[in-house]
C-alpha cells in the first residue's frame, strides 16, 4: 500500500480502479512562417474551433452541475478571444515566427502573470491560461486532447493536471474520485468537482507515476489523503467512512432553509465571498443569507480596459438583485501586491505587498476611484449594499475614501440619480495597524469585516507560499487570536457589526472561539454554508467562553490547536 497526501480540494470518500490519463505531446519545432497571413488564420481557425468547442461543453454541463458551475468556462472563451492576446500572437507571426510558438509564448506570458500572484484566486487563473493554450496548440499540433467523457463506471480519475475542459466532460456517474498533481482549492477544477460532488485531492506530488493504470485507489477528499492499493482494513475503514459521510451529508440539509443560531438561540449572519456576479446564484442555492465579501477586481481583471462606470453598475446590480433584501458587502478595487492589472501600468516593486496596493492606489486615483464609489451607489438603490475599503491602515484613508463617497453623492444629486443616501461604509480589518486602532476605526466605520489570510501573514511575517516559513501561517498562534479578540471586542464595544470573510470563518476548530469572541458575522464559500450553521448551533456562549478561556492562557500554537481539536464537536 502507497499513502500519498494532497489538497482536500473535494470533500467525499471515492473508492474505485485508477485510470492515468496520458496528456498528448504538445512539443514542436519552431520555424519561420513563408506565408504570414496564411499562419494568422490557422490561429484564427484554431481560436474558432476552441471556441465552439467550448459552448459545447458550456451547454453540457449546464445540465450536469448547472449554470454557475458552467459559466466557469466562460473565461476559457475570454481568454481565447482576448484582444491584447491576439495583438501578441499576431506580432509575433509578422516578426517571423510560427503560430505554435506565437501562441505558447502569449499564453506563458499571461500563465507567469497570474501564477506569480500571491492571492490563491487570482493564482487559480493560471490554470484556465494554461488549459486555452493546451486546447489551441492541440488544434494546431493535430493532437487529440484528454478525453474523460467515456470511463468505465468506479473510475479514480489520476492525472498531472485536471484542466476545466477535462471536468466539464467527466460522467459524473462513472468517476468515484479524482487526483492530480497539481491544482487548489479555489481553482476552477476544484470547484467544478465540487459541483459535481465528485471527492477530490489536488496537487499530490507524482501521482501519475506512482498510481498505475488498474489499481484499486481509495480518495479522501475531506482529508485531503490518497491510497494506492489499500490493505483489507484501510478498505474496510473507508468503506465505513464512505457511509458515515452520505449520512451526514444528508443530516446537514436539515438545516437548510433555518436561521444560524449557536445552542442558546442567538442569530447570527452566515453569508458567502464570491468573485463574480454569477456567484451569487451559487451562494443562494447554498443557503447563503447574504455576501460578506464581493470581490470586485475580478471586474477589472477580466477586462481589457477600465471597466465604465455603466459597466461596473450593471454588476453591482445584479448581485444586489439577485440577492434581493439580503446584505451585499463589496469591496473596493484591491489591486497590486499579487494582482497586476496590465492596462493600470502599475510601478514595478521590489515588495509590492508593502507598496502601492489596494485603497492607496485608489486613493491616489481619485478620478478612477470615484467611478467605482459612484457604481456602488448606484447599484445600493437595488439593494442592501454596502462598500468596503481594503488594507487600511490609518484612520486618514477612510476619511478620504469617505469624502470622496461623499463627492460621488453629491454628483448624482445633480444628476437625479437615486441611490441610498445611508449607505453603510465599513473596512477590512487585515493589518496588524488596523487591529492596533481598531477602537479608532470603529468611530468612523458602519462595520468591520476581518480578513484573516492577510491578517495572518502581516502578523506573523509569513508568506503562507513559502514552504521555509509556512509552519508560522496558522489563526491558532496566539498572538493571532489575541489581534482577532481585540478587533471583535472594539467593534462590540463601539456597537458595529464584526464580520470575517477570511477562510478561518469557516474553520469548524475556531466556531467557539470566534463565538466567544463575539463575531456576528461569517462570511464563508457558498460549499461550506450547511456545515458552518451546523457546528454554529452546536455550541453555546457559555460553553465558548469557557473553551476560549482556557485557549487563550496557551502559549504555543501547537498547544491551541490541541485543545481545540479535544473540544470539537
Known amino acids: 500500500m502507497q499513502f500519498f497526501e494532497g489538497v482536500n480540494a473535494s470533500d467525499g470518500i471515492g473508492i474505485g480502479v485508477a485510470r492515468v490519463a496520458v496528456e498528448p505531446d504538445l512539443s514542436f519545432t519552431p520555424h519561420a512562417p513563408e506565408d504570414a497571413a496564411a499562419e494568422k488564420a490557422r490561429f484564427d481557425a484554431a481560436v474558432a474551433k476552441f471556441v465552439d468547442q467550448t459552448n459545447a461543453q458550456i451547454e453540457r454541463m449546464k ?3 448547472g449554470d454557475d458551475a458552467a459559466a466557469i468556462m466562460g473565461a476559457h472563451i475570454e481568454f481565447a478571444e482576448d484582444e491584447g492576446i491576439h495583438d501578441m500572437v499576431n506580432d509575433a507571426i509578422d516578426s517571423g515566427m510560427c503560430a505554435e510558438q506565437a501562441v505558447s509564448d502569449a499564453f506563458d506570458t499571461y500563465y507567469t502573470m497570474f501564477s506569480q500572484m500571491e492571492d490563491e484566486l487570482f493564482r487559480e487563473r493560471a490554470a484556465d491560461v494554461a488549459d486555452v493554450r493546451t486546447g489551441l496548440l492541440a488544434d494546431l499540433l493535430g493532437k487529440e486532447v484528454v478525453d474523460l467523457s467515456t470511463l468505465p463506471e468506479n473510475s479514480i480519475v489520476v492525472v498531472r493536471e485536471l484542466t476545466p475542459s477535462m471536468t466539464a466532460d467527466i460522467d459524473k456517474d462513472n468517476v468515484a474520485g479524482i487526483v492530480t498533481e497539481t491544482g487548489g482549492r479555489t481553482s476552477h477544477s476544484a470547484i467544478i468537482a465540487r459541483a459535481l460532488e465528485i471527492p477530490a485531492v489536488l496537487s499530490v506530488a507524482d501521482a501519475t507515476t506512482n498510481i498505475k493504470n488498474g489499481d484499486m485507489v481509495v480518495v479522501s477528499g475531506t482529508e485531503g489523503k490518497v491510497f494506492d492499493k489499500p490493505d483489507e482494513p484501510t478498505l474496510t475503514y473507508y468503506r465505513d467512512q464512505a457511509k458515515k459521510y452520505a449520512e451526514e451529508k444528508a443530516a446537514l440539509e436539515a438545516y437548510r432553509g433555518k436561521e444560524t443560531v449557536n445552542a442558546d438561540g442567538k442569530k447570527y449572519l452566515l453569508v458567502a465571498n464570491i468573485g463574480n456576479p454569477d ?5 443562494l442555492e447554498h443557503d447563503a443569507e447574504g455576501v460578506g465579501l464581493f470581490r470586485s477586481e475580478f471586474l477589472f481583471m477580466d477586462s481589457k480596459e477600465l471597466p465604465s462606470e455603466d459597466e461596473q453598475f450593471a454588476a453591482y446590480q445584479k448581485v444586489a438583485l ?4 439580503k446584505p451585499v ?3 473596493t478595487l484591491d489591486v497590486g501586491g499579487d494582482k497586476d492589472i496590465p492596462y493600470m501600468h502599475m510601478q514595478h516593486e521590489d515588495n509590492p505587498f508593502m507598496g502601492f496596493r489596494a485603497v492607496r492606489y485608489c486613493l491616489n486615483n481619485p478620478d478612477q476611484y470615484k467611478v467605482q464609489l459612484t457604481a456602488l451607489l448606484r447599484a445600493s438603490a437595488f439593494g442592501d449594499i454596502k462598500i468596503m475599503l481594503p488594507l487600511v491602515t490609518c484612520i486618514d484613508e477612510v476619511r478620504q475614501a469617505k469624502d470622496l463617497i461623499e463627492e460621488c453623492k453629491h454628483d448624482l444629486d445633480e ?4 441611490y ?3 449607505i453603510q461604509v465599513g473596512t477590512m480589518i487585515e493589518t496588524p495597524s488596523a487591529s492596533l486602532i481598531a477602537d479608532q476605526l470603529a468611530k ?3 462595520f468591520f469585516s476581518i480578513g484573516t489570510n492577510d491578517l495572518i501573514g502581516y502578523t506573523m511575517c509569513a508568506d503562507r507560499g513559502n514552504d521555509r516559513v509556512s509552519y508560522l501561517y496558522e489563526v491558532y498562534q496566539p498572538s493571532v487570536l489575541r489581534s482577532l479578540q481585540r478587533i471583535i471586542g472594539e467593534a462590540n464595544k463601539a456597537g458595529i457589526m464584526c464580520g470575517m470573510c477570511g477562510e478561518v470563518a469557516a474553520d469548524p476548530l475556531m466556531v467557539p472561539m470566534l463565538i466567544s469572541f463575539g463575531l456576528d458575522e461569517f462570511s464563508v464559500s457558498s460549499p461550506s454554508i450547511l456545515r458552518t450553521r451546523r457546528i454554529i448551533s ?3 456562549k457559555e460553553e465558548a467562553d469557557a473553551l476560549a478561556e482556557k485557549v487563550m492562557k496557551l502559549e504555543t500554537a501547537t498547544e491551541v490547536k490541541a485543545m481545540l481539536q479535544k473540544a470539537a464537536k
Not at 279 to 283: L, M
Open 420 to 422: 441610498n443616501k445611508d
Open 538 to 540: 452546536l455550541w453555546s
Open 322 to 325: 439577485r440577492m434581493k433584501d
Open 444 to 446: 468612523e466605520c458602519d
Open 329 to 331: 458587502i463589496i469591496r
Open 279 to 283: 456567484d451569487a446564484n451559487a451562494a
Open 63 to 65: 445540465q450536469t452541475v
Open 415 to 418: 444628476r437625479g440619480v437615486a
